[in-house]
């Protein structure tokens, strides 16, 4: 294992038994075998750094929240600064007051694993890595082909044959070597991790690294921003991986320790799955504390198509220390939510997003969530990603 070129002011902490260690060479997981997560226990995060974040753009404008040196450059493509879109009609209609879309379909690779990536690409290139690998239910896959491209790396890159046909062209457009295997992520994540032993390729899964989390977390951090350091109530997020969750709790407790935002106030974190993948789901209601492999996962969703999630456990800490939930919500619904949002607000949606105005009826039909409360949905992808036509009058 190599040091970075510049000694890092990071640490790495084990998600589940609270090891400490440097980030030397190539961190994957713990020893125990679960995520570690940075810690940055030299850094402060003064009051006047928010006047400074104005003048910046990009996820990157965040970089002392972030896991990269002041002399270091990122592998980037101008992610972040996505819309935060309040509903007008949707929302009288559905029947609330103060409802909001992080819309990150505006993304360069059209969803929001382009955070993700962009840090995940840019530590491992700058310790040396030229070859990687993932599983991908689609979009990461998108996102890990641009930013190594942009990196003049290689990487091979494991999909279901089930993936949309649009998402499957852009991983080749951007160059990289797909592979389409039969079965779910859980196949391909065990072939990506064959492979990178093979290859000596570096594995970029969910949460078998420790920086995919630290791109995702400026979701949050880009929340507070955009509504001046005031968080939500309540936020809804597509689970599959977990990870964008995951990591804007984790910004919300970094923004508390800087004083940006108050202590105490996070929003309440709910969880969406489909009911055809829930584990998440499953875990939640039986009070469990990590999640068990959901049997045959089947749903047009594909990024909630994720049998077994690593970050189990902190998805489910999460939504327990917010007082928030988990919710399933059926695939037939999801084609309602997609049509109405794109034709009252001019939204295209993702089903992973079209998923999250599906659970915030029924979420306030079960009484956990108040219609007028502030409440942030997320579209966690480009609608047209998904479509490989569309029937046109007259045809």
Not at 264 to 282: I, L, N, W
Not at 285 to 300: F, I, K, L, S, V
Request: net charge negative.
């Amino acid at each position: 294992m190599t040091r970075h070129a510049l000694s890092p002011d990071w640490q790495l902490e084990c998600s589940a038994c609270g090891k400490t260690d440097p980030p030397d060479g190539l961190p994957t997981v713990c020893g125990c075998g679960l995520p570690w997560l940075v810690r940055y226990p030299e850094r402060s995060w003064h009051q006047e750094l928010k006047t400074g974040l104005l003048a910046r753009r990009g996820m990157w404008r965040f970089r002392e929240f972030l896991p990269i040196t002041a002399d270091e450059t990122p592998v980037t493509l101008g992610e972040g600064d996505t819309p935060l879109l309040r509903l007008g009609q949707s929302a009288r209609r559905l029947g609330f007051s103060d409802l909001w879309m992080k819309d990150e379909a505006s993304n360069p690779t059209g969803s929001f694993k382009a955070r993700g990536l962009s840090a995940a690409v840019t530590r491992a290139r700058l310790a040396g890595v030229t070859s990687f690998t993932l599983p991908t239910a689609g979009n990461a896959g998108v996102a890990a082909s641009a930013y190594c491209a942009r990196a003049g790396a290689r990487v091979r890159v494991f999909a279901p044959r089930t993936t949309p046909a649009t998402i499957l062209t852009q991983i080749v457009t951007y160059g990289a070597e797909l592979v389409l295997l039969e079965g779910h992520i859980g196949d391909c994540g065990r072939a990506a991790k064959a492979w990178a032993a093979e290859s000596n390729s570096f594995d970029l899964s969910t949460l078998r690294e420790p920086y995919r989390i630290e791109g995702k977390k400026t979701l949050g951090l880009e929340l507070a921003l955009q509504h001046d350091w005031r968080l939500p109530d309540a936020i809804i997020y597509p689970t599959g991986g977990g990870t964008g969750l995951i990591g804007m709790w984790k910004a919300f407790e970094e923004l508390a320790h800087a004083g940006w935002v108050e202590e105490g106030k996070f929003p309440k974190m709910f969880s969406v799955q489909s009911a055809g993948c829930a584990p998440v789901v499953e875990a939640f209601e039986h009070g469990a504390t990590d999640c068990a492999p959901w049997p045959d996962p089947a749903t047009r969703a594909s990024g909630l198509r994720v049998p077994h999630p690593l970050g189990g456990r902190l998805i489910l800490e999460a939504l327990g220390e917010s007082g928030g939930a988990a919710v399933a919500v059926g695939d037939e619904r999801l084609e309602e939510f997609e049509r109405s949002l794109a034709r009252e607000e001019g939204i295209d949606l993702s089903p992973e997003g079209a998923a999250t105005v599906a659970a915030a009826v029924d979420l306030e039909a079960r009484g956990l969530l108040d219609r007028h409360q502030r409440i942030v949905l997320f579209n966690t992808g480009a609608g047209w990603l998904y479509r490989d036509a569309v029937s046109l009058p007259g045809s």
